[in-house]
T-cell receptor
Framework: DAGVIQSPRHEVTEMGQEVTLRCKPI?????LFWYRQTMMRGLELLIY????????DSGMPEDRFSAKMPNASFSTLKIQPSEPRDSAVYFCASSLKAQPQHFGDGTRLSIL | AQSVSQHNHHVILSEAASLELGCNYSYGGTVNLFWYVQYPGQHLQLLLK??????LVKGIKGFEAEFIKSKFSFNLRKPSVQWSDTAEYFC?????????FGAGTTVTVRA
């Protein structure tokens, strides 16, 4: 079992640039989640996909954030344009519905 | 909306001491309950889960948790901690798909 795979592990970029985070869920899982973790706000759910369809995006901070899941084995989270306050660790998780979520190693994003 | 409260923000204890972390949730329906652990610089890992049945759940690394429905609680325990248990611990409640996390408790174990 390869687990949830995220890339890149670290990203440092200047404000205003576009940032794309990638996630490959565990094969066979039909639910995918994007979370953001910061010291101030803890773990926040950004968006949830079920069978590749976005079900709940109420946690997406603003229009600068977008997420896609073109197929069952790949998802992206995009920030355009990026701002320093977007600096955080972004986790992707996958599961079979209602089963425990399995988390990736995260992407540590720093916006300068 | 459901919420999850963890009683302690930071716990410091010595090796071999007993650990108990409190967790309460505010949802009256059927829920699934989880404890996750996050070691420094790592991702969240599942410690244990409760779906139904015996309310005393045993997880990995000697951890256990007790579900008390009348108190809406799911406290985590370990009889004797080790230095390697230093981590952040998150209680989580799942109703349908959405996993609501508590704010986390940082546990520091002194050698």
């Amino acid at each position: 079992d390869a687990g949830v795979i995220q890339s890149p592990r670290h990203e440092v970029t200047e404000m205003g640039q576009e940032v794309t985070l990638r996630c490959k869920p565990i094969s066979g899982h039909n639910s995918l989640f994007w979370y953001r973790q910061t010291m101030m706000r803890g773990l926040e759910l950004l968006i949830y996909f079920n069978n590749n369809v976005p079900i709940d995006d109420s946690g997406m901070p603003e229009d600068r954030f977008s997420a896609k899941m073109p197929n069952a084995s790949f998802s992206t989270l995009k920030i355009q344009p990026s701002e320093p306050r977007d600096s955080a660790v972004y986790f992707c998780a996958s599961s079979l519905k209602a089963q425990p979520q399995h988390f990736g190693d995260g992407t540590r994003l720093s916006i300068l | 909306a459901q919420s999850v409260s963890q009683h302690n923000h930071h716990v410091i204890l010595s090796e071999a001491a007993s650990l108990e972390l409190g967790c309460n949730y505010s949802y009256g329906g059927t829920v699934n309950l989880f404890w996750y652990v996050q070691y420094p610089g790592q991702h969240l890992q599942l410690l244990l889960k409760y779906f139904s049945g015996d309310p005393l759940v045993k997880g990995i690394k000697g951890f256990e948790a007790e579900f008390i429905k009348s108190k809406f609680s799911f406290n985590l325990r370990k009889p004797s901690v080790q230095w390697s248990d230093t981590a952040e611990y998150f209680c989580a409640v799942n109703n349908d798909y959405k996993l609501s996390f508590g704010a986390g408790t940082t546990v520091t174990v002194r050698a």
